[in-house]
């Protein structure tokens, strides 16, 4: 689908070949940075995100598709420079197309926020309001920020990284806390759900293959239909 004026996103990328150049805490911090510095030059609100080691997921909202990509470009481009740097070696670092699908009405805006957060859990359980690397965290502790910034530049420069969700369309209700708290609950009440059900249909656990085709099918079963909440209309 062609992105129109401001229109919403679900954009992600991966690392060349899925190799692990975002594990580093420092890599992910300086993605973090690397949003918050461009996204008013790029005209992008950013409303949620999740970074993992080899590649992240945010929701967006564009002025134009060219603005996306204009900030896509810069972003990644500093990002493989750093990379590169850090890792002593001098190739491609980001997989060369990133995804961003059109979000085209309210629910499924909700279950992409859901399927963000929960990018994490369904891989080791760890949950997405303990994460200071997922918005969930930083939409319900103010200090979330404060334990992956290391002087006051960077604190001022991320405490503005993320948009209201009063901008978003749909309905919060006056307590934006506990609006995430009661996806959150949903989609991890879901993710265990559907994780259990899929284990327990398999009974070679511990191979390697099986292991990576549950992940993935888990992955697919949360970004077709996580739950539905009665925040969709």
């Excluded at 990644?76 to 995804?99: C, G, H, P, W």
């Excluded at 200090?143 to 901008?167: C, F, H, M, P, V």
């Excluded at 309905?171 to 559907?194: C, E, I, M, P, Y």
Aim: charged share 25%.
């Amino acid at each position: 689908m062609i992105l129109h004026a401001n229109s919403f996103s679900h954009v992600f990328f991966r690392c060349h070949n899925r190799q692990m150049f975002l594990k580093n805490d420092e890599m992910k911090q300086f993605l973090l940075l690397l949003w918050a510095k461009y996204c008013k030059r790029y005209h992008i609100k950013l409303y949620d995100f999740i970074i993992l080691d080899n590649h992240a997921h945010f929701l967006v909202q564009s002025r134009s598709a060219e603005d996306l990509g204009n900030f896509m470009r810069t972003v990644n481009s500093q990002l493989a420079t750093m990379i590169n740097k850090v890792f002593d070696r001098d190739s491609q670092a980001i997989k060369e197309r990133y995804k961003s699908p059109l979000i085209t009405n309210n629910c499924y805006l909700i279950k992409v926020m859901q399927y963000i957060w929960l990018n994490r859990y369904k891989v080791n359980k760890s949950r997405p309001d303990k994460d200071p690397y997922c918005s969930a965290s930083w939409r319900l502790d103010p200090q979330a920020i404060n334990r992956i910034t290391r002087n006051d530049k960077e604190r001022e420069l991320l405490s503005s990284l993320l948009s209201d969700y009063e901008n978003l369309p749909i309905n919060t209700g006056s307590d934006s806390k506990s609006f995430v708290r009661s996806l959150l609950d949903s989609a991890l009440a879901k993710a265990d759900q559907l994780t259990k059900a899929i284990f327990e249909s398999f009974h070679t656990i511990s191979d390697e293959a099986d292991v990576k085709f549950r992940g993935e099918l888990l992955s697919s079963f949360l970004r077709q239909g996580p739950p539905i909440s009665a925040y969709c209309y």
